[in-house]
């Protein structure tokens, strides 16, 4: 079992900007996948974005793309996401993701390892 922990996330104005990380324990962290999902009250798990093994090639949501930044250093065992202008419809809980193949899906069952999630509230 790989363990995923997400940091960074707090309560902040909208229009301001959070870094949650996430860092994975184990040897393997390059070849995955990388996902961000957030969920908020009574929705379901949405797909943010997500990041190939090099961190070369990043796919977004429509809803954060412009906004929000993938990226990985993989000599930390870390993904980031760089959240700027956050809206307050941004507000939820953000989870990070491992999917062992490394193939590209927005579908939170494709993904193999998740973290507990941190919390990211966003006021008008």
């Known amino acids: 079992q790989v363990q995923l922990v997400e940091s960074g996330g707090g309560l902040v104005q909208a229009g301001s900007s959070l870094r949650l990380s996430c860092v994975a324990s184990g040897r393997t962290f390059s070849s995955y996948r990388m996902g961000w999902f957030r969920q908020a009250p009574g929705k379901e798990r949405e797909f943010v974005g997500s990041?190939?093994?090099?961190?070369?090639?990043?796919n977004y949501d429509d809803s954060v793309k412009g906004r929000f930044t993938i990226s990985r250093d993989n000599a930390k065992n870390t993904v980031y996401l760089q959240m700027n202008s956050l809206k307050p419809e941004d507000t939820a809980v953000y989870y990070c993701?491992?999917?062992?193949?490394?193939?590209?899906?927005?579908?939170?069952?494709?993904?193999?390892?998740w973290g507990q999630g941190t919390q990211v509230t966003v006021s008008s």
């Open positions: 990041i190939n093994r090099s961190g070369g090639s990043t």
């Open positions: 993701a491992a999917l062992r193949d490394g193939i590209y899906s927005v579908s939170p069952v494709r993904y193999d390892y």
